[in-house]
């Protein structure tokens, strides 16, 4: 049973250019959550999705940051014009669908390292 | 709002000695606690959880964590240490009611473990 998948591994992009960072659950997973870890510092959450819908997005900054996680396929956050403090690693986890139980684990994939040039 | 509290930035330990890494919460209503590791470069790694009944929770590689309520601590344990334990270690919180199921993590505390 693969783990949770992220690609790219590593993503160099200029200052400006947009950055979309993919995420792909275990298997039988139908909960995505996006992290974030600067530097030296823990992970901060940003969003939560199931399938065609977002759950929690009190994490996301205002602008510039989306997420998606559609019906068929990996999830997706972009990042439009990115600047330098955006330069982190990404995390995505994913937890299993049991309605109402709040004792899931999440499991971690590797992580998206941006750097934003 | 629930919060996480790693005190110490590092803990050097001797290989086969015991470690403690300590973690405080606070959290409205019961808490879900849990531990991650993650190695340099690598995703977190799951190692152990609370949510109720035996304050004492084993888990992977020999770790376990105490869930202490009056005192809001889940400190994580090994009786002996080893090199290969030498890493970043995450506390982490989920709270028991409502929707919420995001994880509030504390800031790490990174462990290292010398022959």
């Known amino acids: 049973n693969a783990g949770v998948m992220q690609n790219p591994r590593h993503l160099v992009r200029r200052r400006g250019q947009e950055a979309r960072l993919r995420c792909s659950p275990m298997?039988?997973?139908?909960?995505v959550y996006w992290y974030r870890q600067l530097p030296e510092e823990g992970l901060k959450f940003m969003v939560y999705?199931?399938?065609?819908?977002?759950?929690?997005e009190s994490g996301m900054p205002k602008e510039r940051f989306s997420a998606e996680f559609p019906k068929e396929g990996p999830s997706i956050l972009r990042i439009q014009q990115v600047v330098r403090g955006d330069s982190a690693a990404y995390f995505c986890?994913?937890?299993?669908?049991?309605?109402?139980?709040?004792?899931?684990?999440?499991?971690f994939g590797p992580g998206t390292r941006l750097t934003v040039l | 709002a629930q919060s996480v509290a790693q005190p110490e930035d590092q803990v050097n330990v001797a290989e086969g000695n015991p470690l403690t890494v300590k973690c405080t919460y606070s959290?409205?209503?019961?808490?879900?606690l849990f531990w991650y590791v993650q190695y340099p470069n690598r995703g977190l790694q799951f190692l152990l959880k609370?949510?109720?009944?035996?304050?004492l929770v084993k888990g992977s590689y020999g770790f376990e964590a105490e869930f202490n309520k009056s005192q809001t601590s889940f400190h994580l344990k090994k009786p002996s240490a080893l090199v290969s334990d030498s890493a970043l270690y995450f506390c982490a919180v989920r709270p028991y009611t409502g929707t919420a199921s995001k994880l509030t993590f504390g800031t790490g505390t990174r462990l290292q473990v010398t022959l």
């Open positions: 999705l199931q399938k065609e819908n977002i759950i929690d």
């Open positions: 959290v409205s209503g019961n808490p879900y």
């Open positions: 986890a994913s937890s299993p669908q049991r309605l109402a139980d709040f004792t899931d684990t999440q499991y």
């Open positions: 298997k039988g997973h139908s909960h």
């Open positions: 609370y949510i109720t009944g035996d304050n």
